[in-house]
């Protein structure tokens, strides 16, 4: 099956309040602003319905800042285009989160990764074609594509994914239910950021 992009499927208790601080989001915004001009993270409207799509985070306190949901054509976010989640349960499909934006409708999956990886500190999702269809040739694991996402389904396969894999505290990963997903994580943005973008390089060799 074929996730659609944009649609928040879990449980969201939100509450409008202040963005994060700067300095908690300003490498995370440059990472996004790469994939941006990557075309990782956007709007077209030849994709996916028009919909935006691709979204960053970082582990902040107990939760995680999150980039908001639908600011994709957004070529840079600063502070007031991402939210805190406070807490964050895949297993109850429950998100609650706090700020001027919506949470990003996959933040689900992005809190399923640091609930299975307590050294990830930064967790970024990106679409691309190229990785996406060459990840078995590339060497990427693939999520179960009947897996739907946004439940607590999904969780239990990323945790299981990671396992299998033999990903400990950073790595790439395709979802194979949700047309062009890949997934990088580490423990700074950096890590992250540099897997994407070297995940892109190898299949553009491929
Ligand atoms: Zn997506």
Do not use: K
């Not at 939760?63 to 600063?78: D, K, N, P, V, Y």
């Not at 994914?161 to 062009?180: N, R």
Request: net charge negative; glycine share 14%; hydrophobic share 40%.
């Amino acid at each position: 099956m074929t996730e659609q992009e944009g649609v928040i499927q879990f449980d969201l208790r939100f509450r409008p309040g202040a963005p994060p601080p700067r300095d908690a989001v300003a490498l995370l915004d440059g990472w996004r602003g790469v994939l941006h001009r990557l075309q990782l993270i956007g709007r077209d409207p030849a994709r996916y319905g028009g919909l935006g799509f691709g979204n960053v985070s970082c582990r902040r306190g107990s939760g995680f800042i999150i980039s908001g949901t639908q600011t994709g054509e957004r070529e840079s976010l600063a502070v007031d285009g991402y939210c805190q989640v406070t807490d964050c349960d895949p297993t109850v499909n429950r998100v609650e989160a706090s700020g001027p934006v919506r949470p990003s409708s996959e933040a689900l999956t992005h809190g399923a990764v640091y609930r299975a990886r307590p050294q990830a500190g930064c967790v970024l999702h990106g679409h691309s074609s190229e990785i996406w269809q060459r990840a078995t040739n590339l060497g990427l694991a693939v999520t179960d594509a009947a897996v739907t996402y946004g439940t607590p389904a999904m969780a239990a396969e990323v945790a299981r994914l990671l396992d299998a894999a033999g990903m400990a505290d950073s790595g790439v990963f395709a979802m194979g239910g949700h047309e062009d997903g890949v997934i990088a994580f580490g423990p700074d943005e950096d890590t992250a950021g540099g897997l994407l973008v070297a995940a892109l390089a190898c299949a553009l060799t491929a």
